[in-house]
């Protein structure tokens, strides 16, 4: 049993760790609380897996219970980190495959921009535009990995979105001018 | 957008109004459907008509791409000494379960069934760990008998009282009978007197010739 244990270990959390990392990420907003939710939802994983009735995809299971860990760290911040993550550097870089060092750059920079707008949302707008672009979900599989239905999904979305599009005019206008460019509204549809 | 950002609709209380909820019908609906890029059903003659929502489309499918963007994970992430740690984590947190502590305490005490909690009843190892024939606890024993003389010894306490009682009254009988026979015992002396029958003797007589008393 324990040889099938260390397998099953093995294989989800060398399968699931990146992604299960990036969702924490974007709705803690740092790299040191994004590997405490990682380890608190893995063991989560394996402490609840009996009751993974295989009516969901796995991955439905496992984001859910990501983003759940990672709305209830915040509650829990204050307690003591693990003596190996303490030392990490909160310090962030972002998947690129520019060309260009100046683009990679930009890129970096960009994505710092991003990441503390999105920091300044709510943690539950958070997690669905999370979910939503880093795991490119439709609304039906938002609405099964989140519990909610899917008007809920939509609006919560779109509220997502708007209040974003706030943060990034209000408080970002370097990005906003970064990310602008000419569009007309025949583009949309 | 076609409404006033600062003019909320009136049936909402304030406080739960949001830029989304101050958004007229069409709007709306437009903002939630060209989210889902899959559906394809975004009414683009609203965009012409609504500048806004042109603009809000435009901005997010800018920030789409950044948004997609996959934060680089720190290379601790990938260190076995990671794995380590958390493997460590979920076998004390396994140890430290209530499933964990029943199986730890096997040897020690038999366990009914009846002790488990209901979610770990399903798993194969709950069901390969109940003990198949129960034994009840000293402990628990030990209070079912005390509660059981002490039954008995309330119940022994009326029943003396009840045996004094009735000695008390048998002896209270006794005296006073043997009291009204002793009394009734005690009787004068008779005293013949004789008399001229032509009066009346003023005490009760008998007349023997004739037998008994008048």
New interface residues.
């Given amino acids: 049993m324990e040889d099938g244990f260390e397998r099953a270990?093995?294989e989800l959390?060398g399968r699931y760790?990146?992604r299960v990392?990036?969702i924490a990420?974007?709705v803690v907003g740092n790299?040191v609380d994004a590997?405490d939710v990682?380890?608190e939802s893995?063991?989560l994983v394996?402490?609840k897996l009996?009751?993974f009735r295989g009516g969901s995809l796995f991955s439905t299971w496992l984001f859910r219970i990501v983003v759940n860990c990672s709305i209830d760290h915040r509650r829990k911040r204050d307690v003591a980190r693990?003596p190996?993550?303490q030392g990490?550097s909160a310090e962030?870089?972002?998947?690129?495959d520019s060309p260009s060092p100046d683009q990679r750059a930009e890129?970096k920079e960009?994505?710092h921009q991003?990441?503390a707008a999105?920091s300044l949302l709510s943690p539950k707008l958070r997690a669905i535009?999370a979910l939503?672009?880093?795991e490119?979900m439709?609304?039906e599989h938002l609405a099964a990995t989140l519990g909610l239905s899917l008007g809920t999904v939509?609006?919560r979305?779109?509220?997502a979105?708007?209040?974003?599009?706030?943060v990034?005019r209000n408080r970002f206008p370097q990005l906003d001018t970064s990310?602008?460019?000419p569009?007309s509204?025949?583009?949309?549809? | 957008m076609s409404a006033p950002e600062n003019q909320p609709p009136e049936n909402q209380p304030r406080d739960r109004r949001?830029?989304?909820s101050c958004l007229p019908p069409t709007c709306?609906a437009f903002?939630?459907?060209?989210?889902?890029n899959?559906?394809g059903a975004?009414?683009?003659t609203h965009?012409?008509q609504c500048?806004e929502c042109?603009k809000?489309?435009?901005?997010?499918?800018?920030?789409?791409s950044?948004?997609?963007?996959?934060?680089?994970?720190?290379e601790?992430?990938?260190t076995t000494?990671?794995?380590e740690?958390?493997?460590e984590?979920?076998i004390e947190?396994?140890a430290s379960?209530s499933l964990g502590i029943l199986v730890a305490n096997r040897d020690s005490a038999p366990i009914h069934s009846s002790a488990w909690p209901e979610?770990l009843l399903?798993?194969e190892v709950a069901r390969s760990t109940i003990s198949a024939t129960p034994q009840p606890s000293p402990a628990m024993w030990a209070k079912v008998r005390h509660s059981i003389m002490a039954g008995v010894s309330e119940r022994r306490q009326p029943r003396h009282w009840r045996r004094l009682l009735l000695g008390i009254t048998t002896a209270a009988a006794a005296a006073i009978v043997s009291g009204l026979v002793l009394s009734n015992g005690t009787t004068k002396e008779s005293t013949i007197v004789f008399t001229d029958l032509d009066t009346m003797p003023g005490v009760e007589f008998a007349i023997l010739r004739y037998g008994a008393l008048r």
């Fill in positions: 270990f093995a959390f760790r990146e990392y990036a990420f974007r790299a590997l990682v380890q893995f063991a394996f402490r009996h009751s693990s190996l993550v990490l962030i870089d972002f998947i690129d890129t960009l994505g991003v990441q999105i535009l939503r672009y880093l490119d439709s609304y939509k609006s979305l779109a509220r979105h708007l209040a974003l599009e706030s990034v990310i602008a460019a569009d509204v025949g583009d949309v549809g | 949001d830029r989304f709306r903002l939630c459907t060209f989210a889902d899959g559906t975004v009414d683009g965009a012409e500048a042109a809000q489309h435009s901005f997010q499918t800018r920030l789409g950044l948004l997609s963007t996959r934060p680089i994970s720190p601790l992430l990938r000494q990671f794995a740690m958390l493997h984590r979920i947190a396994a379960s979610a399903e798993s």
